[in-house]
């Protein structure tokens, strides 16, 4: 047997007849979770010959129900990788993702068969299981009973491809080893203060790193119990938190901010909920959920490559992510790798420095990371020497706090200034009635960019244009190149499937939208409505200066 290896956790599990799944009315112990995994298994290992040179790859094209758990456990079983496909791609993406992952297997369910229909995929139709099928149960029959196998894989070995969320551009395949999701899930047991009495709520898709690694693996160590859900559901989190007795949940993204966005019910604040732990919650939504749940909210910043964490503690700042936890982290210039000068604050909080935004960089951390797979571009952008470049903009101060600048994509130069995103959507989350407010860059009609900003109202809120300009008026630490000149409000900003924000087209669209959009009138705090005459007026400046080709694509039916 492998020493430390994801597989002995799975393994581990076998004749313990605690409960540890459960999915709507539904629930398996955890050794029917075992013999569920050793089934597959079992079928893996009989249909499908190990291809020349490597293992095999089964892909994962489910939402978050019991059989993707099956074909986790199943795979780490077999000595097979587990590839998790992102149902949220379209056809020719996802096309893409199984052919790049060299998927041999591909399993799915009914309501996302449809989406490989008339994809160049390369996964022959017999080798493609649609668990809601009849031939399903018939595929897996012989199986039934399977023991577990004697021989586990080795550290070294393959676990899963965690496709990235695509937030900093095209979703790339991070490799997790054996060995690592084994010591990986020892460390996160601690850190999220799971017990063999815990109930664990796993709403995040199972297809991205946070919920494999935060939830279920860690999960499956302690015998704890999972509470699966399809997916997230900000109408359902408070029923299901009291329904399974939750006692912790891991979050990414605007998650707490849309669970806070639904009414209170009577039995939140004595919830059974000990600890919500995730990352890119504002402040804000972590003290309002940790008061509504009667919980704490622990948040921690890293990515799917895992190679650093920086974690907060009650001594951070307010704004702060935390301090580098066991890793040499620092901020480094990104034309130059040399370290930025540490961030400077004027009385009010604003940054007086803006050479002090770099690349977060983890000095020796290449070793830590085992790569993407088949994608020598993507590696090359992160690893430079003994170094990992994470994609990540942010500034450290002279006590060593670790600020968050947004992605690497996250650059605006207004006036010949630069500047990133982050601190100005914090400032603008702070207006009344916004749920959530995205910053980026857009063409500016003479030179350079213009700041937009995209804002999901609060329920039952509607926007006010000059109650938003007196609040930005009344922000001292408004930077004068910050101000939005053109505020676009949407009923829904775009996520990716791991519920962070997807600027791209956002950025595509620009102020050509159906979505009502208003822009500042000179300097001053005033709004008005961006309607037919001042959208022309704006199109001719372009024209005036020659940079008509910035202009963006008229929405269809405009």
């Not at 993707?68 to 949220?88: D, E, K, R, T």
């Not at 930005?472 to 676009?488: H, I, N, S, T, Y």
Request: glycine share 10%; aromatic share 8%.
């Amino acid at each position: 047997m492998g020493a430390g290896t994801f597989a002995d956790i799975v393994a581990s599990r076998a004749g313990d007849d605690a409960v540890g799944l459960r999915f709507e009315d539904r629930q398996w112990t955890w050794a029917e979770v075992v013999a569920e995994s050793a089934t597959r298994a079992a079928a893996l290992t009989a249909l499908v010959p190990p291809p020349e040179g490597r293992q095999v790859h089964v892909g994962v094209l489910l939402e978050n129900v019991p059989d993707f758990v099956f074909w986790i456990g199943g795979g780490a079983l077999a000595g097979a990788v587990v590839v998790g496909i992102n149902a949220s791609r379209s056809g020719a993406e996802l096309a893409h993702d199984i052919r790049h992952a060299d998927v041999d297997l591909l399993v799915t369910e009914a309501r996302l068969a449809h989406l490989l229909e008339g994809g160049d995929h390369g996964v022959p139709a017999a080798r493609v299981l649609d668990v809601d099928h009849p031939s399903y149960d018939e595929v897996l029959a012989p199986y039934r009973g399977a023991p577990v196998p004697e021989r586990l894989p080795q550290p070294d070995d393959l676990a899963m491809l965690l496709f990235s969320s695509g937030s900093t551009g095209a979703p790339k395949a991070v490799v997790v080893s054996q060995g690592r999701l084994g010591r990986l899930t020892a460390s996160l047991v601690g850190r999220a203060r799971l017990r063999r009495d815990s109930v664990t709520y796993l709403c995040m898709p199972l297809f991205h790193g946070n919920a494999v690694m935060l939830n279920l693996a860690p999960a499956m160590h302690v015998g704890a119990t999972v509470a699966l859900t399809r997916r997230f559901s900000a109408s359902a989190f408070a029923e299901d938190v009291h329904r399974y007795g939750v006692t912790f949940v891991n979050y990414v993204g605007r998650a707490l901010s849309y669970v806070l966005s639904r009414p209170e019910g009577p039995r939140d604040r004595t919830s059974t909920l000990e600890l919500a732990y995730g990352t890119e919650a504002s402040e804000a939504d972590a003290a309002r959920f940790s008061e509504r749940f009667g919980c704490e909210v622990m948040e921690g910043f890293g990515s799917s490559e895992g190679v650093f964490r920086i974690n907060r503690t009650p001594e951070t700042p307010t704004g702060a992510l935390g301090l580098a936890v066991d890793v040499d982290v620092r901020v480094l210039d990104e034309a130059t790798g040399v370290e930025c000068p540490r961030a400077v604050f004027d009385e009010v909080g604003r940054l007086l420095n803006p050479e002090a935004v770099g690349e977060i960089v983890a000095i020796g951390g290449a070793e830590r990371f085992e790569g993407y797979y088949r994608n020598p571009e993507a590696m090359a952008d992160r690893v430079r020497g003994g170094d990992f470049w994470s994609g990540d903009l942010g500034y450290r101060d002279e006590q060593g706090w670790f600020w968050f600048a947004g992605r690497s994509s996250d650059w605006l130069r207004v006036d010949s200034e630069n500047f990133a995103a982050a601190p100005v959507e914090r400032l603008l989350a702070r207006v009344p009635g916004v749920l959530s407010a995205v910053v980026y860059a857009v063409p500016d009609p003479a030179t350079g960019d213009q700041v937009m900003c995209t804002l999901e109202l609060e329920p039952g809120a509607s926007f006010d244009p000059a109650a938003f300009g007196a609040h930005l008026a009344a922000q001292p630490e408004m930077g004068a190149k910050w101000w939005p000149r053109l505020v676009r409000v949407t009923e829904a900003i775009p996520l990716t499937a791991s519920n962070k924000v997807d600027k791209a087209p956002l950025r595509a669209a620009a102020w050509a939208t159906e979505d009502p959009v208003h822009v500042r009138v000179g300097r001053t705090a005033e709004y008005v409505a961006l309607d037919a005459e001042r959208r022309a007026a704006l199109e001719a400046e372009f024209a005036a200066h020659d940079r008509q080709a910035l202009l963006p694509a008229q929405p269809t039916g405009r």
